[in-house]
Nanobody, 124 residues
Framework: QVQLVQSGGGLVQAGGSLRLTCAAS????????MAWFRQPPGKAREYVAS?????????????VQGRPVQGRFTISRDSAKNMLYLQMNSLEPEDTAAYYC????????????WGQGTQVTVSS
């Protein structure tokens, strides 16, 4: 089992920045991938970015809600501290969503574990 606890988020003006944090505990040695997803109000959850836990290789959605991800958002991890981060810059109102971190263990390579979610609201 892996437990994920998120922090960060909040209200920010358009053009501002926020950093989300996700602390992993439990069987962290089993981690294969970690990722950030988000769910805008009234819409389906969407993939934002992921990171290969062992190598640190990063992957990004081409765009979310028609806005580019790479270049605005940066996923990173501190494997020694079992921490996952999402640095978000140049935020736009369209980035308003509940953000979730997720973990995929080596045994399934599916996102079996989820954080509790944190709200990000970008005002215009």
């Amino acid at each position: 089992q892996v437990q994920l606890v998120q922090s960060g988020g909040g209200l920010v003006q358009a053009g501002g920045s926020l950093r989300l944090t996700c602390a992993a505990s439990g069987r962290t040695s089993s981690l294969f991938n970690m990722a950030w997803f988000r769910q805008p109000p009234g819409k389906a959850r969407e993939y934002v970015a992921s990171i290969r836990w062992s190598s640190g290789d990063t992957f990004y959605a081409p765009s979310v809600q028609g806005r580019p991800v790479q270049g605005r958002f940066t996923i990173s991890r501190d494997s020694a501290k079992n921490m996952l981060y999402l640095q978000m810059n140049s935020l736009e109102p369209e980035d308003t969503a509940a953000y979730y971190c997720a973990a995929a263990p080596k045994s399934t390579i599916q996102y079996d574990y989820w954080g509790q979610g944190t709200q990000v609201t970008v005002s215009s």
